[in-house]
C-alpha cells in the first residue's frame, strides 16, 4: 500500500516548485519517514510548514488552547499556526508558494478539526489562487461504515462545518473532494490517490504504523471508539483524559458500583464489544486526582461494532445512573460560545433533547439510518476506490 505523500513524491510530481506543507508528527510514510523529509529528497522546496490543532509537534492538549506561530530553525522558513489567531491561511502565508500541500492523518470522525484545516485551506487557494494538493491516507477505522447523525444547518462550527454524519466512511481525499465540489468551496484541488488500499481496511490492515494524530488518540483501539465517545467532551463524564486510554476509559465520581454499571450495558447486548468495569483517577482535566468509577470499552468484533449507538448508550447510562450529578457542558468548546457542546458535537440538538425526554440511544440510531441512506447517495460520487 502506498500513500498520497509516497505517489506525489516518487513521480516527482512538484520537484523545482515552492510549496507549503500542512502536516504534524502523522505525517509519515509506512517507513516512518516524515512528509518533510520525503519533499526535500524529491527535490522539492519548502517554503512554509503549517500546522493543524494541537501543533506541528502535536504536544498541545484539548481544545480552544492555540499553538503560536513560530520559525524552523534548521530550514530556517516560517511554521504557521492554523489554530490560532486565524485557521485559515492568509495572502501573507502563501506569498512565494506555487502549492499548498496537506498530509494530514484524519481519524474518520465528523467533529475531528484537521479535515476542517483542509477545508479552510481549500478555501483560502480558491480565494488567492493558490493549488491544493491533498495526500490521501487512509480511513484508520475503514472507509466502508458509515453511522450516526448528521449535522444540521444552524449548528455548523469548526468541529463540524459541513452536514455529513458522525463516521462518514471517506478517506481525507473524498473529503476534500465531497467539500471542494458538493460544497462548492471550487478551490483548484488534486488529490493524489493512494494505491493499494482496499477500503475495508483498518490501519493495521493496511500495513500503516500508528503515530498519534493527536494528544489523545494513542492508539488505534481509542480511534475506533472515538466516534461515539468523542461525545463525553459535551459532559462532565470523563472521557478517559489523563489517563492511559483515553476515549476507550469513561467515568465518573458518582459511580460508586462499577461491576453494576457494566454489568447494564452489557445486558443491552450491542454486539463487538464488552464493557469491562473499572475505577481510574485521571491525572488531569475532569475530575483530576478523582477515583472515577465506569467501564472501559473492549471493542471484540469492530466491524461488528456500532460506535455512535454504544457511545450513546454508555452516555446515557452515565446521566440515568445519577441525574443531579450529570451535567451538560457548558460554552465556550471549539469557539462556539452560545450553543451547548452536545450539541455541535453530536449535530444538533436532537441527541440531548431526545436523551432527556426518554428516547433509547437504539430508537436515536434508527432515526439515524434515514439521513445515513441520503448521505451515502451523495458520497458515493465522490468516492475513489
Given at each position: ?111 475531528y478539526t484537521y479535515i476542517y484545516t483542509m477545508a479552510n485551506c481549500l478555501r483560502a487557494g480558491a480565494k488567492h489562487g493558490i493549488p491544493i494538493v491533498v495526500c490521501d491516507r487512509p480511513n484508520p477505522i475503514d472507509g466502508v461504515t458509515v453511522e450516526g447523525p448528521m449535522l444540521v444547518p444552524g449548528y455548523e462550527s469548526f468541529i463540524g462545518q459541513f452536514p455529513i454524519p458522525m463516521r462518514h466512511g471517506m478517506t481525507i481525499g473524498e473529503l476534500a473532494r465531497l467539500f471542494n465540489e458538493h460544497f462548492g468551496i471550487g478551490a483548484k484541488l488534486e488529490v493524489v490517490t493512494m494505491q493499494g488500499w482496499d477500503r475495508t481496511q483498518y490501519f493495521d490492515e493496511a500495513g ?178
Amino acid at each position: 500500500m502506498r500513500l498520497g505523500s509516497d505517489v506525489l513524491f516518487e513521480r516527482q510530481l512538484l520537484r523545482g516548485r515552492t510549496v507549503g506543507i500542512v502536516c504534524n508528527p502523522a505525517s509519515v510514510d509506512a517507513a516512518l519517514q516524515h512528509v518533510l523529509a520525503q519533499a526535500e529528497t524529491a527535490g522539492v522546496t519548502v517554503g512554509a510548514i503549517f500546522g493543524p490543532q494541537h501543533g506541528l509537534q502535536s504536544n498541545l492538549q484539548d481544545n480552544m488552547i492555540e499553538s503560536p506561530h513560530m520559525n524552523d530553525a534548521r530550514r530556517q522558513i516560517p511554521v504557521y499556526s492554523l489554530y490560532s489567531e486565524t485557521r485559515e491561511p492568509t495572502p501573507e502565508m502563501l506569498r512565494g508558494l506555487d502549492a499548498l500541500v496537506i498530509d494530514l492523518q484524519d481519524v474518520g470522525t465528523r467533529i475531528y478539526t484537521y479535515i476542517y484545516t483542509m477545508a479552510n485551506c481549500l478555501r483560502a487557494g480558491a480565494k488567492h489562487g493558490i493549488p491544493i494538493v491533498v495526500c490521501d491516507r487512509p480511513n484508520p477505522i475503514d472507509g466502508v461504515t458509515v453511522e450516526g447523525p448528521m449535522l444540521v444547518p444552524g449548528y455548523e462550527s469548526f468541529i463540524g462545518q459541513f452536514p455529513i454524519p458522525m463516521r462518514h466512511g471517506m478517506t481525507i481525499g473524498e473529503l476534500a473532494r465531497l467539500f471542494n465540489e458538493h460544497f462548492g468551496i471550487g478551490a483548484k484541488l488534486e488529490v493524489v490517490t493512494m494505491q493499494g488500499w482496499d477500503r475495508t481496511q483498518y490501519f493495521d490492515e493496511a500495513g500503516m504504523p500508528w503515530v498519534l494524530p493527536s494528544p489523545n488518540l494513542p492508539t488505534l483501539e481509542s480511534a475506533v471508539v472515538y466516534p461515539g465517545t468523542v461525545l463525553f467532551e459535551g459532559t462532565n463524564v470523563s472521557e478517559g483524559r489523563g489517563t492511559t486510554k483515553p476515549f476507550e476509559l469513561l467515568g465518573a465520581p458518582w459511580v460508586t458500583d462499577p461491576d453494576v454499571f457494566a454489568a447494564s450495558l452489557n445486558a443491552v447486548g450491542l454486539p463487538g464489544v464488552h464493557f469491562r468495569s473499572h475505577a481510574f483517577e485521571p491525572t488531569f482535566q475532569k475530575h483530576a486526582r478523582v477515583t472515577c468509577g465506569g467501564v472501559q470499552m473492549h471493542v471484540t468484533n469492530r466491524r461488528a461494532f456500532p460506535a455512535v449507538e454504544a457511545g450513546v448508550v454508555v452516555l446515557d447510562a452515565f446521566r440515568r445512573a445519577d441525574p443531579s450529578q450529570f451535567a451538560w457542558r457548558e460554552p465556550p468548546y471549539e469557539y462556539e460560545y452560545v450553543k451547548p457542546p452536545i450539541d455541535i458535537l453530536s449535530g444538533s440538538s436532537r441527541l440531548r433533547e431526545a436523551l432527556e425526554s426518554g428516547v433509547s440511544a437504539h430508537a436515536l440510531a434508527a432515526e439515524w439510518k434515514t439521513d445515513v441512506a441520503a448521505f451515502a447517495a451523495v458520497r458515493e460520487r465522490f468516492l475513489l476506490y
